[in-house]
């Protein structure tokens, strides 16, 4: 499948918020293009999308770096989704390839991703990109009170 690979524009939200759908968070326009614009302002990383050979997003990638006391730097995918119509053609390939460029330039020697444990096809995926599991763990959530 021909396709481009580039960084993500306010004028994909419309796109991006439908295929945030299908991973199974809805999301709207405004709400896409307030979180581009934080992720952009705040060095929160990077969205990548892939556009067909007509210009249809059929794709979206989120890497961004990892930071901690306990270890060097690393890329994480933050999120991966490809339109279900274009699974199984080297979209999300392309996406993690062009992740993986990414965090590199930034300083990273290790990608890492999560992946929630029903997403079977997913982790399937990345056995095929060359990631292999490195803990299982249980991720906590709070609200803290503040919008949205």
């Known amino acids: 499948m021909t396709m481009t690979v580039r960084t993500a524009r306010t004028y ?6 439908g295929l945030c759908g299908e991973l199974g968070y809805p ?4 709400q896409i293009v307030s979180r581009l614009a934080a992720i952009e302002t705040a060095g929160q990383g990077c969205v990548l999308v892939a556009e067909d050979a007509i210009g ?20 994480e995918i933050l999120g991966l989704v490809v339109r279900e119509d274009a699974r199984g053609r080297g979209i999300g390939a392309a996406l993690v390839a062009a992740s993986e460029d990414w965090a590199l330039a930034h300083g990273c020697a290790r990608m890492r991703v999560r992946s929630r444990v029903e997403r ?9 990109a060359g990631y292999a599991p490195v803990k299982t763990q249980i991720v906590f959530g709070k609200r803290t009170g503040a919008a949205g």
């Open 12 to 17: 994909d939200a419309a796109a991006i918020a």
């Open 120 to 128: 079977e096809r997913a982790h399937r995926f990345y056995d095929r």
């Open 56 to 75: 249809a997003l059929v794709g979206w990638l989120h890497v961004g770096q990892h930071v901690s006391l306990t270890g060097d730097a690393e890329g």
């Open 27 to 30: 999301a709207t326009r405004p």
